[in-house]
């Protein structure tokens, strides 16, 4: 389709990101891609469409956007992760018992909710046989919600995403080897592993940034705004702090931040070890050496420090594509962010060339 780029939404609690492709030169490159920050708290909120479509139309109209084709992964709170294993009968139907499994398990009628899946492998139990799948399932209510709301922002949603695919679509990966992945968001964070052959991991964990900020607010009795600048500038200091120069002789408030934060990140670094330790159990463990980070939470000072002495692994940045490219565009664009927060965004609007 001549003329055609596709655009990728990323609807998080704190922020908005979308990201364009645009087709040169037989390849595909980031036209456009901005930040709107916006905050609701429950999707639930009356206002929460009228918000979503002001803060996308305010995105879309000012920022030189081509067309109005787009692709949007819902927001993890409007969605529900389930591993589902499917047992390999002759004549079963995937989505079938898939969709059947999450009705039961939801206590729903399946015309009430919507439902994708990816196939993660296969595992043998009491001698049978069975497919890995993780479902994703969503209100529909909400669903029709979401692609009004993005409709009424003057843009046509031709399809919605799930998260995991997206940063799957977002990221690169050598053949040889398997990628883990934590993309940490503002409530919710999603642990994922993948190889050359797709998803072999998945799992959404009840922890994000947004937590760092109310502990700060609570411990020093401050607004959240002010906490954010906070969190954002001091960051936190690795366990083993006298191991490097930099944090050797750590300011007398950075010692006040730390302590009020720090329980909340090993938090985090719990749940990972609890889900690290799992796979070990299962034999779905490749051997892991190392955790990409990638995610607005993931630019906090500090944190891969600090993961990396509580998880006993390397931690480094997640390789998303284009991202030279991509950095290029979102710093010229006076956004001043990394590129690996457009991951997301990037990977949902890949998926629509694919």
Same mark, same amino acid.
């Given at each position: 389709?001549?003329?055609?780029?596709?655009?990728?939404?990323?609807?998080?609690?704190?922020?908005?990101? =979308?990201?364009?492709?645009?087709?040169?030169?037989?390849?595909?490159?980031?036209?456009?891609?901005v930040?709107?920050?916006?905050?609701?708290?429950?999707? $639930?909120e009356?206002?929460?469409? $009228?918000?979503?479509?002001?803060? =996308?139309?305010?995105?879309?109209?000012?920022?030189?956007?081509k067309?109005? @084709?787009?692709?949007?992964?819902?927001?993890?709170?409007?969605?529900?992760?389930?591993?589902?294993?499917v047992?390999?009968?002759?004549?079963?139907?995937?989505?079938?018992?898939?969709? %059947?499994?999450?009705?039961?398990?939801?206590?729903?009628?399946? /015309?009430?909710?919507?439902?994708?899946?990816? !196939?993660?492998?296969?595992?043998?139990?009491?001698?049978?046989?069975?497919?890995?799948?993780?479902?994703? /399932?969503?209100?529909?209510?909400?669903?029709?919600?979401?692609?009004? /709301?993005?409709?009424?922002?003057?843009?046509c949603?031709?399809?919605?995403?799930? *998260? %995991?695919?997206?940063?799957?679509?977002?990221?690169?990966?050598?053949?040889?080897?398997?990628?883990?992945?934590? $993309?940490?968001?503002? @409530?919710?964070?999603?642990?994922?592993?993948?190889? #050359?052959?797709?998803?072999?991991?998945?799992?959404? !964990?009840?922890?994000?940034?947004?937590?760092?900020? %109310?502990?700060?607010?609570?411990?020093?009795?401050?607004?959240?705004?002010?906490?954010?600048?906070?969190?954002?500038?001091?960051? !936190?200091?690795?366990?083993?702090?006298?191991s490097? $120069?930099?944090?050797?002789?750590?300011?007398?408030?950075?010692?006040?931040?730390?302590? %009020?934060i720090?329980?909340?990140?090993?938090?985090?670094?719990?749940?990972?070890? @609890?889900?690290?330790?799992?796979?070990?159990?299962? *034999?779905?463990?490749?051997?892991?050496?190392?955790?990409?980070?990638?995610?607005g939470?993931?630019q906090?000072?500090?944190?891969?420090?600090?993961?990396?002495?509580?998880?006993?692994?390397?931690?480094?940045?997640?390789?998303?594509r284009?991202?030279?490219?991509?950095?290029?565009?979102?710093?010229?664009?006076?956004?001043?962010?990394?590129?690996?927060?457009?991951?997301?965004?990037? *990977?949902?609007? !890949?998926?629509?060339? #694919?």
């Amino acid at each position: 389709m001549a003329g055609y780029s596709p655009i990728g939404i990323d609807v998080g609690t704190s922020d908005i990101k =979308l990201a364009q492709l645009k087709r040169e030169r037989k390849q595909w490159l980031p036209f456009a891609a901005v930040r709107q920050v916006w905050r609701t708290r429950s999707t $639930d909120e009356p206002q929460f469409d $009228d918000v979503l479509t002001t803060s =996308l139309k305010a995105a879309y109209e000012s920022h030189g956007f081509k067309g109005r @084709r787009a692709i949007v992964t819902a927001p993890s709170c409007l969605i529900d992760v389930w591993p589902v294993k499917v047992p390999l009968n002759e004549g079963v139907d995937v989505f079938s018992f898939v969709q %059947a499994e999450i009705a039961e398990r939801r206590g729903q009628l399946t /015309s009430e909710f919507v439902v994708d899946y990816w !196939i993660a492998g296969e595992t043998v139990e009491h001698g049978e046989t069975k497919l890995e799948a993780y479902a994703v /399932s969503a209100s529909r209510e909400k669903i029709v919600s979401l692609v009004k /709301s993005i409709e009424a922002a003057g843009l046509c949603c031709t399809r919605i995403e799930i *998260g %995991a695919t997206s940063l799957a679509h977002g990221v690169e990966i050598d053949e040889s080897t398997e990628l883990l992945l934590l $993309d940490i968001g503002d @409530r919710t964070s999603m642990l994922m592993a993948m190889d #050359n052959m797709g998803i072999t991991f998945c799992r959404d !964990i009840k922890w994000g940034g947004g937590r760092v900020t %109310a502990k700060l607010k609570q411990a020093l009795d401050i607004d959240m705004e002010t906490a954010e600048q906070i969190k954002l500038e001091w960051g !936190i200091r690795p366990i083993h702090e006298h191991s490097d $120069d930099q944090f050797g002789d750590a300011h007398p408030r950075q010692q006040v931040i730390n302590d %009020a934060i720090e329980q909340e990140i090993r938090g985090l670094a719990l749940e990972i070890g @609890r889900s690290l330790a799992y796979r070990v159990q299962s *034999g779905d463990a490749h051997g892991e050496r190392s955790l990409a980070l990638v995610g607005g939470g993931s630019q906090l000072r500090g944190m891969d420090r600090f993961l990396q002495d509580a998880l006993k692994l390397g931690v480094t940045t997640a390789p998303v594509r284009m991202h030279e490219a991509l950095a290029t565009l979102v710093e010229h664009e006076g956004q001043h962010d990394a590129a690996e927060r457009f991951a997301i965004a990037l *990977g949902t609007a !890949i998926s629509g060339v #694919n």
